[in-house]
């Protein structure tokens, strides 16, 4: 077979890149590291803007379609700009709420919670004292307990929050990087929601000018195999939110009136934080139920515990007749799956692997199974 002088110089490029890649990969990732920080707004731009345009979507099949006014002018002029507007503070009321009903309360719950340390401590140390085979016990093992007041404990509280304190003029250096971190994180955050503004408002057109490039550089059979890829991931991720959404409001709104029901303190703040955590897969839920757990911790100890029966309850109810038909049926992913993405996702990147391996694994799995079809029909 007879070699043109172009496959050599493929070949050539190929190995000549193989060889710089394996033998500078230590580089190669930092300068990665580096691309990724610095382009890092962008990305957590483009990740509100596909977030929002959900909502925007929505609220824009439904602004003036109806009627003679739909044809004005000023309907079409102004629909991009109301409908965004209105997803945007759609987002941030509902974020406004959640922590409006949770931090205030969480922070109150802590405060009676350390309140109440020297009265318990107090309660189990005479109740220690008052019973022999348990203080014999003890006296066993070397360990003498003392009856102290309330008001030894709450210098023994102050004593220990003074020692903490000594210790702060060492780390005041970490204060400074945490400081950096949190305005660092908000510039990040702003110029992320600025980036998805400009992407919203020009979608179409950066939508077509994208499809231009693949088609003028790709070959049409390859052209069909990204295009194939793009709308399979699109539409499980757009799917995955959705219904991830709704199931979160659907077991929000079952805790909140089941926790009236039998008559747990905290229902609406507890129901909305559960339903907030909800958006994480498998995992969020108990994640809300440990922080609604601590909270009536503050108010009865024996509620408390059996709030956290109630919960496993309710989630194994939701996890088996609610979230099969609202999310699992919507992606298309068996339950196994579902936990195996959480899992891996969950250890790769933490919460935002959680919230991606779903919808990643479901894309993945209608194309193989796609394929597969293909094959052995074919």
């Not at 709450?154 to 929050?161: F, G, T």
Request: net charge positive; proline share 2%.
């Amino acid at each position: 077979m007879k070699l043109e002088w172009k496959t050599c110089f493929k070949i050539g490029v190929t190995v000549a890149l193989l060889f710089l890649f394996f033998n500078y990969w230590d580089k190669l990732v930092v300068v990665a590291g580096l691309a990724l920080s610095a382009a890092k707004p962008l990305i957590v731009g483009c990740v509100i803007a596909y977030v929002v345009n959900i909502l925007m979507s929505f609220y824009e099949r439904y602004y003036f379609t109806k009627g003679k006014i739909k044809d004005k002018k000023w309907v079409s002029a102004s629909k991009r700009i109301v409908c965004m507007l209105l997803a945007y503070l759609s987002v941030v009321g509902i974020l406004f709420l959640v922590f409006s009903l949770v931090v205030p309360q969480l922070i109150e719950c802590g405060k009676l919670l350390v309140k109440e340390i020297p009265v318990v401590l107090d309660k189990a140390t005479v109740y220690v004292q008052n019973n022999k085979q348990l203080m014999n016990l003890l006296s066993e093992a070397g360990i003498s307990i003392q009856k102290n007041s309330i008001s030894d404990w709450e210098d023994i509280l102050k004593n220990a929050l003074t020692w903490i304190a000594s210790g702060i003029g060492g780390v005041m250096g970490s204060v400074f990087s945490v400081i950096s971190g949190v305005f660092s994180g908000a510039v990040t955050l702003l110029i992320g929601v600025i980036f998805s503004i400009y992407l919203l408002i020009s979608k179409e057109t950066l939508f077509a000018q994208v499809r231009r490039i693949f088609k003028t550089y790709c070959q049409e059979k390859a052209y069909k195999k990204i295009s194939y890829v793009y709308h399979t991931f699109h539409d499980c991720f757009h799917r995955f939110i959705v219904g991830q959404c709704t199931e979160a409001v659907i077991l929000g709104l079952l805790c909140m009136v089941c926790m009236w029901i039998f008559r747990f303190p905290y229902a609406t703040m507890i129901g909305a934080f559960i339903g907030f955590t909800a958006l994480i897969p498998v995992a969020g839920a108990y994640i809300g139920a440990a922080v609604g757990a601590f909270m009536i911790l503050t108010v009865s100890p024996i509620k408390a515990l059996l709030f956290l029966v109630f919960i496993v309850v309710l989630q194994q109810l939701e996890g088996n007749l609610v979230y099969p038909r609202v999310v699992g049926s919507s992606i298309g992913l068996p339950g196994i799956w579902v936990l195996s993405a959480v899992t891996i996702g969950g250890g790769v990147l933490g919460v935002g692997g959680m919230l991606l391996g779903v919808p990643i694994a479901a894309a993945c799995y209608q194309m193989l199974r796609a394929d597969v079809r293909k094959r052995n029909i074919a």
